[in-house]
């Protein structure tokens, strides 16, 4: 088993760590030699305008990614949850929708978890669909969290059940999050950022 940038085995260390990445659209380089460490169990977001690099990673079996704008398919809430993890049982997806605040509205609905979804999630409210999604991610486990302005177009009441949602998936966590700018995020997960400059393709650190 080879080590990571830590020097621990890759089983027990899910610190992420970039070492002279550059990446671009097409020929036009966005980010260029850049060196990041994102420690384990410890939040660290990524700020910067749109197009500047900041969501470009995929560990897909290891992460929950949570977007902006979400999308559930045309099936029962049931399923759309289940699908963090096909082998949960009924328990397990309900236990996962009550830490995502999700739970009370679904068991007001007629059927409940047997509720159908239109396609996209189009009979749900943009909060409704961003709980599900946070409970598919909860039950998905993966001990790494990406959450890309997870919150940046919610109305205040929302904002809060969302909050409360993501605060139960990062609990011993490596978490990234993804803002356009230091001042969105929340004030209680202020622990680092990393500016992205477009201009310079630099990162600069803010310790918060």
Same mark, same amino acid.
């Given at each position: 088993?080879?080590?990571?940038?830590?020097?621990?085995?890759?089983?027990?260390?899910?610190?992420?760590?970039?070492?002279?990445?550059?990446?671009?659209?097409?020929?036009?380089?966005?980010?260029?030699?850049?060196?990041?460490?994102?420690?384990?169990?410890?939040?660290?977001?990524?700020?910067?305008?749109?197009?500047?690099?900041?969501?470009? %990673? &995929?560990?897909?079996?290891?992460?929950? /990614?949570?977007?902006?704008?979400?999308?559930?398919? =045309?099936?029962? @809430? $049931?399923?759309?949850?289940?699908?963090?993890? %096909? &082998?949960?049982?009924?328990?397990?997806? /309900?236990?996962?929708?009550?830490?995502?605040?999700? =739970?009370?509205? @679904? $068991?007001?609905?007629?059927?409940?978890?047997?509720?159908?979804?239109?396609?996209?999630?189009?009979?749900?409210?943009?909060?409704?669909?961003?709980?599900?999604?946070?409970?598919?991610?909860?039950?998905?486990?993966?001990?790494?969290?990406?959450?890309?302005?997870?919150?940046?177009?919610?109305?205040?009441?929302?904002?809060?059940?969302?909050?409360?949602?993501?605060?139960?998936?990062?609990?011993?966590?490596?978490?990234?999050?993804?803002?356009?700018?230091?001042?969105?995020?929340?004030?209680?997960?202020?622990?680092?950022?990393?500016?992205?400059?477009?201009?310079?393709?630099?990162?600069?650190?803010?310790?918060?």
């Amino acid at each position: 088993m080879g080590e990571n940038c830590n020097g621990k085995k890759e089983t027990e260390d899910h610190t992420i760590c970039f070492q002279n990445v550059t990446f671009g659209y097409g020929k036009d380089a966005v980010l260029k030699n850049i060196s990041l460490t994102f420690p384990e169990k410890k939040i660290t977001a990524l700020v910067g305008p749109s197009g500047s690099g900041k969501s470009t %990673e &995929n560990l897909i079996s290891k992460i929950a /990614m949570v977007f902006q704008d979400v999308y559930l398919f =045309h099936d029962t @809430i $049931m399923n759309n949850i289940r699908m963090g993890n %096909e &082998n949960a049982t009924t328990e397990e997806v /309900m236990e996962a929708a009550q830490k995502a605040s999700c =739970h009370n509205f @679904i $068991m007001s609905l007629p059927d409940g978890y047997d509720t159908m979804v239109g396609e996209g999630g189009s009979t749900l409210s943009g909060g409704e669909k961003q709980r599900i999604f946070i409970a598919r991610a909860l039950l998905k486990d993966a001990p790494i969290v990406l959450l890309d302005e997870a919150t940046a177009s919610l109305d205040p009441e929302n904002e809060v059940l969302i909050q409360s949602a993501i605060n139960s998936l990062v609990q011993e966590k490596t978490v990234i999050i993804v803002a356009i700018a230091c001042s969105r995020l929340p004030m209680q997960i202020r622990l680092s950022c990393f500016e992205m400059d477009v201009s310079k393709r630099a990162v600069h650190t803010k310790n918060f």
